[in-house]
């Protein structure tokens, strides 16, 4: 379902970032997209703990295996290699709320937004991640670092060129493989920015399913 489709309950258009040329030219099919929510640290509610109940229901041993093979996650594998990250060691989303369900026996909920990014990322594939709109400066982009320049809370200097989600003033963090910045959901968020990342091999659809899914989850909240 895509947004604005009849009946879809969300009709919000993601905005589109700006990949800068180099890193473009580098990594052809790379992008960000983002949708923002009025919402904040929540528990989920049983509508959404149930829809985690019927994902593991659905996901099973046999089923995590084979996941890799399929197109969206093979991506994310190849991308992360292309960057100098071995997925077997930092996982990409999807293989990591696998191993999750796996080890957990369950998805387990972990309140919103984590429960919402965690359905849409495992119904498509897509990574996601949640920052605090209200801290936003300008719109997102995915750009390599500068000389000096450090996430935003932090001492140590990233290395030169790291791929990196920025808004319009900072770097934010890490593309992949990093923790989460200052600029992620606390207690004090009142707006979320869902972020999805997209690579080659990823499918437009498939991004505006993950933001709709995610979106229309932490409304429900």
Do not use: N
């Not at 895509?2 to 990949?19: I, L, N, S, T, Y």
């Not at 991308?79 to 071995?86: A, E, H, S, V």
């Not at 060129?161 to 923790?179: K, N, Q, S, Y």
């Not at 959901?185 to 990342?197: G, H, K, L, M």
């Amino acid at each position: 379902m895509q947004f604005g489709e009849e009946g879809a309950g969300w009709d919000v258009a993601p905005a589109r970032g700006v990949v800068a040329p180099r890193v473009a030219e580098e990594f052809p099919g790379l992008g960000i997209a983002w949708v923002e929510v009025d919402a904040g640290l929540s528990g989920s509610p049983e509508p959404v703990q149930q829809r985690l109940r019927d994902l593991s229901d659905r996901f099973y041993g046999a089923h995590a295996v084979h996941m890799r093979e399929r197109p969206i996650p093979w991506a994310y594998r190849v991308f992360f290699r292309q960057i100098g990250l071995d997925p077997d060691r930092t996982r990409t989303p999807i293989e990591k709320l696998a191993l999750d369900r796996l080890h957990d026996g369950a998805f387990l909920s972990r309140g919103m937004p984590a429960d919402a990014l965690a359905i849409a990322t495992v119904e498509t594939g897509v990574a996601l991640r949640a920052l605090d709109a209200g801290r936003l400066a300008g719109p997102l982009c995915i750009r390599d670092s500068a000389p000096g320049e450090a996430l935003s809370g932090k001492v140590d200097e990233l290395e030169q060129g790291t791929l990196i989600v920025a808004d319009g003033m900072i770097p934010l963090e890490p593309l992949f493989g990093g923790r989460g910045s200052e600029h992620g959901v606390e207690p004090r968020t009142s707006r979320v920015a869902i972020v999805a990342i997209q690579v080659e091999g990823v499918p437009q659809a498939a991004v505006d399913e993950a933001l709709w899914l995610a979106a229309s989850a932490i409304a429900t909240a």
